[in-house]
């Protein structure tokens, strides 16, 4: 059994196209096996929800009569410092950055972060007007020197969330093994083992669908926070060569995607700023990738369960910020670490998640919503993402 993706296209316009969700095909494949579900099945979608620290928003803004050169100069929104280093009205907010007024963690308790580039892309794609003040030397060109105006997506000709690296494949579980409570990026964690944070869809999340890269690569359409959006190239800190299951799937961080997508198009449910305390503002963002089902060996990936799936248990009170200690202390399942407990060192440590389950579901359900309806049509990569051995 093999099929093309333009066969799959047709079968999405004649309104016959069969679609599962990443949960939903454990299941099937179960009952039919993997020969008669590869058969019977054509795309499984998958989908995840978490905090996605390395994502921004490029934002060229319409120049009034008189012109100003942003680029060389300063703006902030809402006093969220953006990147002006770029051509005369093109600039760049970062979901991390803080107003230069924050205490972050200065002064002894650990910081709240309570406002920042994550707050000013949601509240833009809520349609609300932000405070564009900005700055800049003055050319004979670019005369204006100085701009302070409440601006929203009207004031924009192009918004487009541009995230450097999404969806990691795979991640850490956060512990601590130190004497204090520690703030992380992987939330508050516990002393001496009381507490185990992971980030992770598991079996629901996209490149752990695909874990060799076959369907996945750069013109890969995607569901992007409520519109669409697409793969760029691969993320940052992309790292296929990581050790791998004999199913394929890797035991730690491994692939990565850069996305990018009409942030004026976008739907805020989709688009959420969080505040780490401690550590920092994030973005959390929705992304749903179809996986086609060319042949048998990617419905053999897509059916891999929670059960099947492994995670590298990390020190984040020692070996994480020094490299000093034991690099790994364990690896668990994903069907462990939703369990609510794992063990570690003897010992049981109760687990929480910051990447939410329920909407990865409701990302994967919708996406074959839209595929079912004749909504949502694939795309042939045109350019593979580094896989393993890759030169």
């Not at 942030?263 to 179809?290: E, I, N, Q």
Request: glycine share 10%.
């Amino acid at each position: 059994m093999a099929r093309t993706i333009e066969e799959i296209n047709e079968k999405i316009r004649a309104g016959s196209v069969v679609v599962f969700t990443a949960e939903e095909i454990i299941e099937v494949v179960r009952e039919k096996g993997i020969k008669r579900a590869s058969r019977e099945v054509d795309v499984v979608t998958t989908g995840t929800f978490s905090p996605m620290c390395s994502s921004g928003a490029f934002i060229n803004l319409r120049q009034e009569q008189q012109k100003m050169k942003f680029g060389g100069g300063y703006a902030t929104l809402n006093d969220v410092p953006a990147y002006a280093g770029l051509a005369a009205a093109d600039i760049y907010l970062g979901a991390t950055a803080l107003p230069e007024g924050d205490p972050r963690n200065n002064n002894g308790r650990p910081g709240r972060f309570r406002y920042g580039g994550a707050h000013v892309i949601e509240e833009l794609a809520q349609g609300k007007k932000v405070l564009l003040n900005a700055g800049g030397y003055g050319t004979d060109c670019y005369p204006k020197k100085r701009r302070e105006q409440m601006i929203g997506f009207e004031d924009m000709n192009e918004a487009f969330l541009f995230n450097p690296r999404n969806c990691y494949q795979n991640y850490n579980v956060a512990v601590n093994l130190s004497d204090k409570p520690i703030y992380t990026y992987m939330g508050k964690l516990k002393p001496r083992l009381g507490n185990a944070n992971y980030c992770s869809a598991g079996q629901l999340s996209p490149l752990l669908n695909d874990p060799m890269y076959r369907t996945i690569g750069i013109g890969t359409r995607i569901f992007f926070c409520g519109t669409e959006g697409y793969v760029v190239w691969n993320g940052t800190q992309h790292n296929p060569d990581v050790p791998r299951l004999a199913n394929g799937t890797p035991t730690a961080g491994a692939g990565t995607l850069a996305l990018i997508g009409n942030l004026k198009d976008m739907d805020p449910k989709w688009l959420r700023a969080v505040s780490f305390t401690g550590y920092g503002v994030s973005l959390s963002v929705a992304v749903g990738l179809p996986i086609p089902i060319l042949d048998e060996e990617m419905m053999r990936f897509v059916s891999i369960s929670d059960a099947e799936l492994k995670a590298p248990v990390i020190d984040y009170g020692v070996f994480y910020p020094t490299g000093e200690g034991k690099p790994k202390l364990a690896e668990v399942t994903y069907e462990e670490l939703k369990s609510g407990t794992i063990e570690v060192n003897g010992k049981k440590v109760p687990t929480g998640s910051f990447s939410s389950y329920a909407k990865a579901k409701e990302v994967a359900g919708y996406l074959k919503s839209l595929i079912t309806d004749g909504k949502f049509f694939m795309t042939q990569a045109v350019q593979p993402l580094p896989g393993p051995n890759h030169k």
